[in-house]
């Protein structure tokens, strides 16, 4: 079993930096694939970025050259550092975990971008 604990969400003005961090419990973190996903009211969930467990990273054409995924294996933690956020990357943040085909979610954290 894994369990993910989102933290780092808040109010950011436009232009404003957030970092988010999710901490695993479990022993299978460093090999997992990890992601970031958000959801917007009214939307679906969708994926913001994803770092393999080799450390690959892949990226929503919405994220590139703004976002940053990261994961530190012996703190257990992944890391999505967002940058120039935008009104439009509101929305609740999600860490997934995936491995052998299981599905594991966090509780989410709320991010909002507004002057």
């Known amino acids: 079993q894994v369990q993910l604990v989102e933290s780092g969400g808040g109010l950011v003005q436009p232009g404003g930096s957030l970092r988010l961090s999710c901490a695993a419990s479990?022993?299978?973190?460093?090999?997992?694939?990890m992601g970031w996903y958000r959801q917007a009211p009214g939307k679906e969930r969708e994926l913001v970025a994803a770092?393999?467990?080799?450390?690959?990273?892949t990226y929503a054409d919405s994220s590139k050259g703004r976002f940053t995924i990261s994961r530190d294996n012996a703190k257990k933690t992944v890391y999505l550092q967002m940058n120039s956020l935008k009104p439009e990357d509101t929305a609740v943040y999600y860490c997934?975990?995936?491995?052998?085909?299981?599905?594991?979610w966090g509780q989410g954290t709320q991010v909002t971008v507004s002057s």
């Open positions: 997934n975990a995936r491995f052998t085909r299981a599905d594991y």
């Open positions: 479990g022993s299978i973190f460093r090999f997992a694939d």
């Open positions: 770092i393999t467990s080799g450390s690959y990273t």
